[in-house]
């Protein structure tokens, strides 16, 4: 566990726990639902504020899976993400069609109390897959209020990401109801960019508006990317054009999520959190994968790279979804501790947050304020503050650094004005 940060299990007894979607504004009720869970198998698992877990959907494969990891058991229901205008979920899955073979498809749930799914509408169908990854995956809302899906090239066939008549390889944009946007890059078509392999993992990034994927490579170069209108990413021939990261030898790459909402300390702001799955078939620690990485990364690449979270037990157990709420950084461990892989419910969600609170302040923490504060040009800011990026003082509270006071500018920043603030030396 990374210095200053503390990791506690907040739910257990889940089958293949892939993916979580929170409520982004939840009730303050008991029975309120705070966060949904994707289980491979077809089942969704919704968790209510009194911490109970209730039975949303299930069955909702039409065909038997199996638990051949790596294989054929790696399919299923994947993505899942909860529409803010309404509360409905969005939700890609696999299904066998009679003398057709496996597809990959997107529907829309909706229900009277969140808790029970009322009814269920395909919003697009019939995208050839395979019963293993490079499926339909992870699916997210942009600030446009737009799906975007990611769609694996479905492996057999990795051309097809080229073709931008095929919805393999690619990631898509529609309106919520299914439809075409008529501003979409390709008229007529589905196809947001192109491109990509086994594009696991994507979110939005508050500080450009952008969209950001995780791309699993075939032995080498799996990477992050940020997605562009009309984009092409180079797969298949090759897994660095448009990447802003990548790694050389494959790490499994799954969820992605930037801390934006003020659960970390200021330092944190805007860095990036990767889970890395790794092999599904070592048990124990592993070289490679098997952990939670933190980034720093601008338009020219990563600035910083450090281990976040590492799995040290003795099980199959590896991180798969990962997002952040309002009190912290959860994540899905897929198989548990059952101490050997196989059918069973071992699955948990875990929570990281600072070992110390975040000092709640009067000044929120936000862009607005942070482009006012004046706490850089100040003579007792120094380079220990600097390399910690901490800034705006008067909303997170002392610097963690050794302050000598050279002077102070906090009664001449537009901030103490504009919050009426008292005091001297924020940073202490």
């Given at each position: 566990?990374?210095?200053?940060?503390?990791?506690?299990?907040?739910?257990?007894?889940?089958?293949?726990?892939?993916?979580?979607?929170?409520?982004?504004?939840?009730?303050?009720?008991?029975?309120?639902?705070?966060?949904?869970?994707?289980?491979?198998?077809?089942?969704?698992?919704?968790?209510?504020?009194?911490?109970?877990?209730?039975?949303?959907?299930?069955?909702?494969?039409?065909?038997?899976?199996?638990?051949?990891?790596?294989?054929?058991?790696?399919?299923?229901?994947?993505?899942?993400?909860?529409?803010?205008?309404?509360?409905?979920?969005?939700?890609?899955?696999?299904?066998?069609?009679?003398?057709?073979?496996?597809?990959?498809?997107?529907?829309?749930?909706?229900?009277s109390d969140g808790i029970t799914m009322d009814s269920m509408t395909t919003l697009i169908?019939?995208?050839?897959?395979?019963?293993?990854?490079?499926?339909?995956?992870?699916?997210?809302?942009?600030?446009?209020?737009?799906?975007?899906?990611?769609?694996?090239?479905?492996?057999?066939?990795?051309?097809?990401?080229?073709?931008?008549?095929?919805?393999?390889?690619?990631?898509?944009?529609?309106?919520?109801?299914?439809?075409?946007?008529?501003?979409?890059?390709?008229?007529?078509?589905?196809?947001?960019?192109?491109?990509?392999?086994?594009?696991?993992?994507?979110?939005?990034?508050?500080?450009?508006?952008?969209?950001?994927?995780?791309?699993n490579g075939p032995e080498i170069d799996d990477r992050i990317a940020k997605i562009e209108a009309g984009g092409n990413y180079g797969w298949p021939e090759t897994m660095r054009?448009?990447?802003?990261?990548?790694?050389?030898?494959?790490?499994?790459?799954?969820?992605?999520?930037?801390?934006?909402?003020?659960?970390?300390?200021?330092?944190?702001?805007?860095?990036?959190?990767?889970?890395?799955?790794?092999?599904?078939?070592?048990?124990?620690?592993?070289?490679?994968?098997?952990?939670?990485?933190?980034?720093?990364?601008?338009?020219?690449?990563?600035?910083?790279?450090?281990?976040?979270?590492?799995?040290?037990?003795?099980?199959?157990?590896?991180?798969?979804?990962?997002?952040?709420?309002?009190?912290?950084?959860?994540?899905?461990?897929?198989?548990?501790?059952?101490?050997?892989?196989?059918?069973?419910?071992?699955?948990?969600?875990?929570?990281?947050?600072?070992?110390?609170?975040?000092?709640?302040?009067?000044?929120?923490?936000?862009?607005?304020?942070?482009?006012?504060?004046?706490?850089?040009?100040?003579?007792?800011?120094?380079?220990?503050?600097?390399?910690?990026?901490?800034?705006?003082?008067?909303?997170?509270?002392?610097?963690?650094?050794?302050?000598?006071?050279?002077?102070?500018?906090?009664?001449?920043?537009?901030?103490?004005?504009?919050?009426?603030?008292?005091?001297?030396?924020?940073?202490?």
């Open positions: 566990m990374f210095p200053g940060f503390k990791l506690e299990c907040v739910a257990s007894g889940l089958d293949l726990p892939v993916n979580l979607a929170f409520v982004p504004d939840p009730g303050e009720n008991p029975e309120d639902p705070l966060v949904y869970i994707a289980e491979l198998y077809g089942t969704v698992k919704v968790i209510t504020n009194d911490h109970v877990i209730h039975t949303y959907a299930k069955n909702l494969l039409n065909y038997e899976p199996d638990y051949k990891f790596p294989g054929t058991g790696e399919s299923g229901l994947i993505g899942i993400c909860v529409d803010p205008a309404s509360g409905d979920l969005c939700l890609s899955m696999l299904y066998e069609e009679p003398g057709g073979g496996v597809k990959a498809k997107l529907v829309r749930t909706s229900s169908d019939n995208i050839p897959s395979v019963r293993a990854a490079h499926q339909i995956q992870t699916v997210t809302i942009g600030p446009d209020g737009k799906l975007y899906v990611n769609v694996g090239d479905g492996m057999l066939h990795p051309e097809v990401a080229q073709d931008e008549q095929d919805m393999r390889g690619k990631i898509l944009r529609m309106n919520t109801d299914g439809s075409i946007p008529d501003d979409n890059p390709y008229p007529g078509s589905y196809v947001f960019a192109r491109g990509v392999r086994n594009p696991f993992g994507a979110t939005w990034r508050k500080s450009d508006n952008a969209l950001y994927v995780t791309d054009k448009g990447s802003l990261f990548w790694w050389h030898y494959t790490q499994a790459p799954t969820a992605l999520a930037f801390m934006q909402g003020g659960q970390f300390p200021s330092e944190y702001d805007d860095e990036l959190f990767v889970a890395l799955f790794g092999s599904a078939s070592v048990l124990g620690p592993a070289i490679k994968g098997k952990k939670i990485v933190k980034l720093r990364i601008d338009d020219q690449g990563v600035r910083s790279y450090d281990e976040f979270v590492k799995y040290i037990g003795n099980g199959p157990a590896s991180p798969c979804g990962l997002t952040f709420c309002r009190d912290g950084l959860y994540f899905t461990d897929l198989h548990g501790e059952p101490g050997e892989s196989g059918p069973g419910p071992a699955g948990h969600i875990f929570r990281v947050s600072p070992e110390k609170p975040v000092k709640p302040g009067a000044v929120p923490y936000t862009e607005e304020n942070q482009s006012l504060c004046i706490c850089k040009n100040c003579p007792s800011y120094n380079l220990c503050m600097q390399s910690k990026m901490q800034i705006l003082f008067c909303s997170r509270g002392a610097s963690e650094c050794e302050v000598e006071r050279k002077g102070c500018l906090c009664g001449e920043c537009p901030v103490t004005s504009k919050y009426r603030l008292s005091g001297m030396y924020y940073c202490e």
